[in-house]
């Protein structure tokens, strides 16, 4: 029988405490040689042993477990929280899946492995039960890089590139109610892979990640009505696979980069149930590599009610990194914790920088790819012993504990609304993914 580390805790309890407390037994009444009394201080060393092998137990299950930590007010960390890992998932680990939190549950679907094996698969995760579940099998191809949004009711699927590096129009939705996916029309043109997408309230805009003079780069579609619309361009080119887009409540704003400005004239293209365009979609290879670290990164802004875009003021991004948009509910966020981040202020219609994290906590830290943004803080995390996180309401940078588990590129995360959940990636190690991830909870 195998004991697990609680039981033979216990048991070492009952041996020194047995040690110390039993009385001496009675010598039996037969005539024998008489025994040599023990010293009195073996009991002690009894209990001494046991409290050693104890802590033995306890710190080699600390030292193979390393990924649950606890954290309190009084530990030099200043955000207190736990993290424990995240159940096992009964889908491969993989990179470039579609994802999204619906209030209820996480979605996960497509992706690619390290192996080049494009999915086909995905599950949903219930952090209430723990438990995940398998997704039905959907409609649509295995992707890489597909856009997703969450409308309120069902998750929109779309584009992405499949095993031959050609983009794709086709999509699907998802509807966790009925635990149904339905295919749904084809977009006018295939928004690449990685493409950034948002949901307005009433219609899913998506930017394409692929630059072509002779193809327009945005794009609406209406669930309601299951039909598309193209819309203007936005000023520049994309930065895919970089590309960062975040929804203010009125308007879009979409990270592009200079100097390059693409002029396509807007179009009344739409896509129906049968499944046709009005003009087949061209033929597109994979999304490029994205932009240099000297090209002139800067933001546009999409007005749904005029259908027009425009640029933000000028600012300095620095050169060599690719910041991630994120909206406070007053301000627009530009966060790049390795070099320089920005605010931008619509009333005065101007950019401030923001505090940077002490290069201590950036020495703690893993930076393996975008954050996951909660409304008022943005999370990163890609494996390692502490993440980090940004609070916009006080400026300020914080670590958490963050699991210990291997490093690596591009997990998948999600915000519930007071946990955060990670999986999966790129191992920085080893050309593999991963199948494993963490659950966060912040303390206070």
Known sequence: MTLSDDQLRHRLIRLADHA???????????????????????????IAVAACVLA???????????????????NRLPIAGSTVPLPSAPIPGRIDAASAWTGREWLIWGGITASNHFLHNGASYDPHTRHWRLLPVAPIAGRAGPASEWTGSEWVVIG???SRGQALTSGAAFNPTTRRWTAIAPAPFPPGQSAPAVWTGHEVIIISGLAQATTPEAESYDPSANTWRVLASPPGQ??????????TGTLLAVLRSAPSQLSTPVGTLSANNSGRTATPPPTLGPPPAGPSPDSGLFVAVYDPVTGRWSSL???????GGVPT???????LVALDPRHRSLAYRFATNSWGPLRPPSSTDLKLVFMGGAPVWTGSSAIYWAGGRMGLLYNASTDAWTTFPAGNLATRQDPLLAWTGNQLLGWGGLLNTSPATTENGIVYTPGG
């Open 238 to 247: 994309a930065t895919a696979p970089y590309a960062s887009a975040v929804w």
């Open 313 to 319: 003021a000028s600012t300095a991004f620095a050169n």
């Open 160 to 162: 992405g590139t499949d």
């Open 56 to 74: 033995l137990i306890v710190v080699g299950h600390l030292y193979s477990h390393p990924q649950t930590v606890q954290v309190s007010p009084l």
């Open 325 to 331: 948009l994120g909206w406070t509910g007053t301000e």
């Open 20 to 46: 110390r407390t039993t009385p001496a037994i009675p010598a039996p009444t037969r005539r024998h040689r008489p025994r040599r009394r023990l010293p009195a201080l073996v009991p002690l060393v009894a």
